[in-house]
Structure formats: C-alpha cells, structure tokens
C-alpha cells in the first residue's frame, strides 16, 4: 500500500535531523570524558573488607556445607503441631535472636 508523503516540510525534518546529531555528539563527548575519569580513578581504586564483611563471607562458606533441609527434625515438627504437642519457648528464641545479633557486634 503506498503512503501519500505529499506536505511533508523537508526543512522541518532536516532540522530534527541536525538537532539530533547535535545531541548524539554531546553525548559521545559526555561518555568519553566519563571514561577518561573512570579510567584514571580505576589505577588508584583500592578494595577493603569490613570485618563484618568477612564474617559474613565465612558463615556463607559454612552454610554452603550444610544440608539444605533436615527431614528428621521437620517430620517431627509437623507431628508436634498436628498432634497439638508442640510448645514454643519464648526465652529460648529470644536468647537464638540475641546470640545472633551479638555475632555480628563482636569485635
């Protein structure tokens, strides 16, 4: 099907044209300038570990090693609570949440 492109303003067009090779240049200029900075701060960049940081790469590395669910101890759980026999200990998980928590603090 052919298109009717009788009354387009070619002027028009042509200076949507050169407006955008105007922004395509700024923005070449932007990126290399950019990159001319990023490569200078890169030979002078200089990574350190927080001591949290490196407590946290170890227990991923342990956690790794761990099996991902204990069958025995959720068949139980679920027996527990099916029965009606399972009990919480508040004490108890607040003192886990504590032990936790004072982890990561330990200096």
Not at 9 to 24: F, L, T
Not at 40 to 51: E, H, N, P, R
Not at 72 to 78: D, L, S
């Given at each position: 099907m052919p298109h009717?492109?009788?009354?387009?303003?070619?002027?028009?067009?042509?200076?949507?044209?050169?407006r955008?090779?105007s922004?395509a240049k700024?923005?070449?200029?932007?990126k290399?300038?950019s990159?001319?900075?990023?490569?200078?701060s890169?030979?002078?960049?200089?990574?350190?570990?927080?001591?949290?940081?490196?407590k946290l790469k170890a227990l991923e590395?342990e956690?790794t090693?761990q099996p991902?669910?204990?069958?025995t101890?959720?068949?139980n759980?679920q027996?527990?609570?099916q029965?009606?026999?399972?009990e919480m200990?508040?004490?108890?998980?607040a003192?886990k949440?504590?032990?936790?928590?004072?982890?990561f603090?330990d200096?």
């Amino acid at each position: 099907m052919p298109h009717d492109i009788t009354g387009i303003n070619s002027n028009k067009s042509s200076q949507m044209g050169d407006r955008a090779v105007s922004s395509a240049k700024k923005l070449d200029d932007s990126k290399a300038t950019s990159d001319a900075n990023n490569a200078s701060s890169s030979a002078m960049d200089k990574v350190t570990l927080t001591d949290t940081a490196a407590k946290l790469k170890a227990l991923e590395s342990e956690l790794t090693n761990q099996p991902m669910v204990n069958d025995t101890k959720v068949k139980n759980m679920q027996s527990s609570i099916q029965s009606g026999n399972y009990e919480m200990n508040p004490e108890r998980i607040a003192d886990k949440m504590i032990n936790f928590e004072s982890a990561f603090n330990d200096n």
